[in-house]
């Protein structure tokens, strides 16, 4: 029987192999569904053998040959005297590039390659955004079926379902195995970097449930980010989303309170911010940068964001945060990519910079826009500023309004807790907690 070391070791293989194991199938079969199979069977068979015969010196090109011959098999079965010699010659032919790319050891040279395919596929703007995301996560981020669905709140059949669908609506609109160029490339890249900014998101504030985050998500996404770093490394905006999700990601062990409770960015621990993350954030941030010089191109909405995180991330303490540079990149990321959050953190900033005033005179036009009519940050983010301005029992309504709409169980508590503070006068008006972590490009209802 298999240890539970050794079952822990091959899942540890797979979480790491599992992507590009896909990634080299579905260049050589053409199909990402099948890859997918012949990569679970290898799997398979790595838990029978791999306890009894000791796990291989290299797991994943054992995985990739194992899923191979597997392969080659499963042709070769289908290949008989009564399918139409058209059929047996594209099998023929298919049978042959697998056996030249085992010669020729593609499936290893190509891997960089493969791994972006893969992520161009399971992000493709044919998907539905729910699709996507499973999908992705699914393939790429090495998580199951049922980690998937207890990180959405949602049954695992549904799950399952999104993923059958997603394969089979690649399969029939016949989405090529290849990276898109020219200008294909532009639409296609930010699907993908929307789906590993929506996952990381999902991680980083949960939107429904009784968790405030969900780490596992930001695992997985850092990862994505990290993987496309590599295999696309002259794209700018690549390198901003992975700036930002190291830079989000070094706050997460100081998000939270010893009883799951928020802990959000002006109350938080800075001791805590993992600078490791910090260095490796400012480090691909300082690369887009550059990027974006050498292109002649304005920095864009990611690596705007990025920047802004890392004002956070260089002030040893709240107060020596540059609220007044924070405000100048907002300004230049409403230009970039216009949204109502984009002007919501703006107000936030624009109230630190200048005054509670501004502040509220910056948010009055947000007031009455419709995206933002159920979001529970724009009450929030008023009752902030009212606060600062002195004007506690409007704020306590503003809060209580907040909590009536959010769908996250840890925010809801905090939020009533600051409405029941405010309408006893019991919150100061010189340093209340700041009530928006100042990030986020998508918008409510996205």
């Known amino acids: 029987m298999p240890t539970i070391e050794t079952h822990e070791a ?43 015969d000791g796990i291989p010196p290299k797991p994943g090109a054992w995985l990739m040959t194992t899923a191979k011959h597997r392969a080659i098999d499963q042709i070769r079965r289908r290949s008989t005297l ?28 190509d891997v960089g390659d493969d791994l972006l395919r893969l992520i161009f596929i399971a992000c493709h703007p044919v998907l539905s955004r729910d699709a996507r995301i499973a999908l992705t996560l699914r393939l790429l981020g090495g998580l199951t079926t049922d980690e998937i669905a207890h990180a959405y709140l949602v049954s695992e059949a549904t799950i399952a379902q999104r993923i059958v669908r997603a394969k089979r609506t690649l399969t029939e609109a016949h989405v090529p195995f290849e990276v898109p160029r020219g200008a294909d490339l532009g639409p ?16 980083y504030a949960a939107t429904t449930g009784d968790d405030w985050m969900r780490p596992g998500l930001c695992e997985a996404a850092l990862r994505l980010g990290r993987m496309l770093a590599v295999v696309a490394p002259n794209e700018p905006e690549v390198h901003g989303l992975a700036a930002l999700m190291e830079i989000q990601a070094s706050r997460l062990a100081a998000r939270r309170g010893p009883g799951g409770e928020p802990v959000l960015l002006l109350d938080q621990d800075r001791r805590l911010w993992d600078q490791v993350l910090v260095r490796r ?15 002649d191109l304005p920095l864009g909405p990611y690596t705007l964001q990025a920047a802004i995180a890392a004002c956070h991330a260089r002030a040893r303490r709240p107060e020596d945060t540059d609220w007044v540079r924070i405000v100048g990149l907002y300004d230049a990321l409403a230009a970039t990519a216009p949204s109502p959050i984009v002007e919501l953190n703006r107000a936030v900033a624009v109230g630190m910079a200048y005054g509670p005033a501004a502040g509220l005179e ?26 600062k301005a002195g004007r506690t029992t409007e ?52």
């Open 10 to 52: 091959i899942e540890a293989v797979w979480r790491i192999e599992s992507a590009r194991l896909i990634a080299g199938l579905t260049r050589l079969v053409g199909d990402v569904g099948l890859a997918e199979e012949l990569a679970q069977d290898a799997l398979v068979l790595a838990l029978e053998q791999w306890p009894t």
């Open 82 to 109: 009564q399918r139409k010699h058209d059929e047996i010659g594209r099998d023929q032919a298919l049978e042959q590039r697998i056996a030249l790319a085992d010669l020729a050891n593609r499936a290893d040279d």
């Open 188 to 203: 296609r890249l930010a699907s993908v970097l929307e789906v590993v900014y929506l996952i990381f998101n999902e991680g």
């Open 281 to 295: 954030g400012l480090s691909a941030l300082a690369r887009a940068e550059r990027l974006d010089d050498s292109l």
């Open 362 to 387: 910056a948010l009055e036009p947000l007031r009455d826009d419709r995206l933002l009519s159920e979001y529970h940050l724009l009450p929030a983010v008023r009752a902030d500023l009212l606060v």
């Open 395 to 446: 704020a306590a309504a503003e809060w209580r309004r907040a909590a009536t709409l959010t769908k996250n169980a840890r925010e809801r508590v905090l939020l009533l807790g600051r409405a029941a503070a405010a309408a006893a006068n019991m919150v100061d008006p010189v340093d209340p907690v700041h009530p928006v972590d100042l990030e986020g490009l998508s918008s409510p209802g996205e």
